[in-house]
């Protein structure tokens, strides 16, 4: 039996590791085999605990704090399908590279496998979706404190190597669980630990510096989760080409005034256009993060098949899904922007790039007194963001920042789930960028999307937030109108459509929230303007579905005519 | 490429084999990917299709009706975390050995680890927690269907043999993913099938005929989905053992009413007895089924240590978490009931059993007149159910039904998820049982978790259904006033309580549900009398979490209290 001495041992020694690994936030789910450790989280100094009663919703909650904050995350549940609610942010945080310590309380060896309650087998729960698994030993003896705390060492730290991702730490608990408070401990003995930064070779120092002389050359950011560094602005300035900057580089918002005409924001929809597509061709591509949103940018670069493409990318897992890298360069893009490099002129090529931009914005701009459509309500939204997190949804809202999101100096961070692009966890990966960053943040999703993660709402009623939820109800899933499957009228709704003719004004009560149901540009103005009186506010604006795809093609023939005047 | 005609044929080939193979019912969720097998299952004549948005309340769904039927059921979903989603359901199928045929549409290989989108690793997904796991070949040539038809018949038989379970079916499709509606198709060519019965071997029927001659024996049923054969009504009549029956066992329902002194529903409370259980230690225990859900039977038997302790089993993973049995039978109870069996005497033993029985009801019955609390209400509710069935929470309304469900001759089948005993998944298993019996179902379930599950009330929006939905309201997780945790005020109401402050109208309202509020036997009788207008009725009970445990505990005094006086 373990004593109640070695338990309290064991799990204090255990939240005293983490937080001295750097892991400060903890979310914990309620149940019962957990609750030596969910008692230590409580008492741990400089440990956060939140709390969220849907597993699938605590881990995307995780994730989103996770991510924004660049720190691991602790997830604490109990044994049993609690630990499998885990599993689709798990995927998520693995693909997208998020650093969470997935801790599930499991049942002692003797208990499983033997049809006793609540056990199922957690060894290796999530397969191939975790950098690193542990089976925890019995919180037993007095002497293994110190395994625990190099054991925990080793979680954090590959959770938090690049690539990061989720590592799992299963562990076994006896009956009885409870704790004694009034003990003391003291921690296991932490190891020293100095990490390193995968830095440029001297090879590909020289390459860098013959590839950047190319005139016809594009530098594409993906989604970066911080902020640039200084010398990131210095350099693209001197290097002078076009930079072509993913909705989630980061690179639309707190824009340095100076660097306005360097960052190209309107390429998902400029390679529409194929006249354009032909006119700037590039001889060479740089790109760091991973693969942009945009199709058009995927289909235009697999079809161009430039003769250099340079991807930076720090796991031996390229993400080059149309096989066009020629150059896959195994470290920190930072070294990138360190490198001496003298100031270019500006050229055709990039000027080419520049002018279609500037074109576009003032054909939306027109567009967008003409018309009504999804996008145009998402912009007016977009346009008025500041010292904000915008989180949108995986499908269509991410698409709308794409075409609709001016850059811009006013201080907005832009999230989304772009490892598996799931639909799913959106409303709490927003809670959870909001908890990490303590500011208002602003959650941009489809209603299918908020639907799913409707549970996410649990949060609210656990934790102080701050977040208004603009949904845009198209009564179903509005990607589908893009695809193929859009031809063909049979079964549409009843698959790929499926409307639900729901509405959220009822649970908008439910959970004590501000609500305002809006149509019109100027309601929806009116309800952003509106000042906000409760900690979740919910903005649900109603467009039509059928609608949205006219407009938003025409937009494309607009800008081609406009263009092809030029 | 994949030609239009190799595609159709392949998908068309699939749910044609998988009808002829007896599923005959399949759950889609909306999504790309998945196109043409979700196109195949609309065009399919004998399969039924189901939708819900949500992956894991679909899972949960498609596992509630695969237990009702006794069926494999198909899910299917698009490629990403949408699969992940499953997964809570699939450990839950595999403990509780519920047949499911899990479909997830796949990427191409050569869109696998290369970082496109919507594309995780998808190969043995859900790891230990199916019974098989294949990945299908592309549908590229006309001569593949052969292979597909087999492989299929592989998968629904390995669902479909003790233990049943679910399996793993991932299927990669390359765009374009449109079939020709048009195009006839033939299959790829069934096998025909035979399947046995594990029957009992020539020894243990010796076995068993020495052990029935023992007068201290107990028959326990654990969960039994379907309903007894005849002749267990005749083997038990004349066994003349206690017949300890689980909830779930399905005997408490549909008695023979000649059957009813052999039945014994009360043992959960006889068992908290002390002196009854030094009285009934028995020589003799064969279990059917798995380990009941009553956590006094367990420890009654891990304390007698019954000198033979016989558990069927058709699984090499006995159930016995005690490590009491001292005989595993693998092969179906069936082989048991057709025994040749003297009518045996009553006797002394199996009196003491009947009478505390009847005792026990006595109590009841009065303690119902004179207090309030949770089980008098479930009591209430139970005792009204007639032609219908009751799927029940795996927390406390398990536990409610195990102390307030007296045996009856009334037509109710009860279900609850025990394989891994979680909260979640239960609205969408109650929704899975209805459209599998195909009349009135009523879900009696605690707040904690109907909120896990709201989602499950989506797919009331989708197809017909006729569910009451009995909510117990106490504000939290009312299991944990019952368990040790409950002896520490600190932290008990953040980690265990869990608050939310939630209550159910709004949503009542947003799914358009009938729904009423009570706190009283007399409101509940009312509303549960109340004629059903919509789909789906909400009842949502009120009661108090602390009132509660002292009102339970209450019961078992004064029943030990009239037993003492006996």
Excluded at 230 to 236: A, C, L, N, T
Excluded at 272 to 296: L, M, T
Excluded at 464 to 471: G, K, P
Excluded at 541 to 564: M, P, S
Aim: with cysteine; net charge negative; glycine share 6%.
């Amino acid at each position: 039996m373990t004593s109640r001495k070695a338990l309290t041992e064991y799990v204090s020694a255990f939240t005293h590791s983490l937080v001295g690994l750097g892991v400060l936030d903890a979310v914990i789910s309620p149940g019962s085999r957990s609750t030596p450790l969910a008692y230590a989280c409580m008492m741990q100094e400089g440990l956060t605990v939140y709390r969220q009663i849907d597993e699938r919703s605590a881990a995307y909650f995780a994730l989103g704090m996770a991510k924004a904050s660049g720190r691991p995350v602790m997830l604490l549940c109990t044994s049993g399908t609690a630990a499998a609610n885990y599993f689709p942010a798990i995927v998520e945080a693995y693909y997208a590279r998020v650093p969470l310590i997935v801790v599930t309380a499991d049942r002692p060896h003797e208990l499983r496998e033997v049809g006793a309650p609540q056990a199922i087998n957690q060894v290796n729960l999530f397969g191939t979706h975790v950098k690193w698994a542990t089976d925890l030993p019995m919180p037993e003896t007095d002497n293994q404190l110190a395994f625990l705390s190099r054991h925990l060492h080793r979680s954090v730290q590959s959770a938090s190597s690049e690539p990061k991702g989720p590592v799992h730490v299963n562990v076994p608990f006896r009956e009885p669980l409870r704790i004694d408070f009034e003990q003391t401990y003291e921690s296991g003995g932490e190891i020293a630990h100095f990490g390193g930064d995968m830095s440029l070779s001297p090879e590909s120092r020289e390459f860098f510096q013959r590839l950047m002389k190319k005139k016809k050359g594009l530098l594409i950011v993906g989604e970066m989760t911080k902020p640039m560094p200084p010398e990131f602005w210095d350099f693209i300035n001197k290097l002078n080409w076009p930079v072509l900057a993913d909705p989630l580089s980061n690179l639309r918002g707190n824009m340095p005034s100076e660097a306005k005409d360097l960052i190209i924001d309107s390429y998902d929809a400029l390679l529409k256009n194929e006249a354009f597509k032909e006119e700037v061709v590039p001889e060479a591509v740089i790109r760091v993060g991973p693969q942009p949103v945009s199709k058009p940018l995927t289909l235009f670069l697999a079809a161009a098949k430039p003769e250099v493409y340079v991807v930076f990318d720090e796991s031996p897992m390229l993400r080059d899904a149309q096989s066009v890298a020629t150059h896959h360069i195994q470290a920190s893009a930072n070294g990138l922007w360190q490198l001496p490099l003298e100031m270019k002129k500006k050229n055709p090529y990039q000027e080419k790039w520049t002018v279609a931009s500037a074109l576009y914005w003032e054909v939306v701009s027109r567009h967008c007194q003409e018309e009504l459509d999804e996008g145009i309500l998402a912009k007016i939204f977009f346009d008025r963001l500041d010292a904000c997190d915008l989180i949108v949804g995986s499908s269509m809202p991410i698409r709308d920042v794409d075409t609709f999101f001016k850059s811009t100096e006013r201080d907005v961070m832009i999230y989304a789930n772009r490892g598996a692009n799931g639909i799913d966890g959106v409303v709490s990966t927003a809670f959870g960028v909001q908890a990490a960053k303590q500011r208002p943040a602003y959650l941009f999703i489809g209603d299918l999307s908020f639907l799913h993660d409707m549970n996410g709402l649990i949060a609210s009623k656990m934790q102080a937030t701050d977040l208004t939820i603009v949904i845009m109800n198209n009564d179903g899933g509005g990607i589908f109108s893009y695809l193929p499957q859009s031809q063909e009228e049979r079964y549409f709704e009843d698959l790929f459509g499926t409307p639900t003719g729901l509405t959220f004004g009822d649970v908008a009560k439910m959970y004590d929230t501000q609500y305002v149901a809006v149509e019109t540009v100027e309601q929806l103005a009116e309800a952003l303007d509106q000042p906000k009186d409760k900690a979740v506010k919910i903005i649900e604006v109603f467009t039509d579905r059928q609608k949205n795809v006219i407009t938003h093609r025409k937009l494309w023939t607009r800008f081609g005519e406009e263009l092809a005047k030029q």
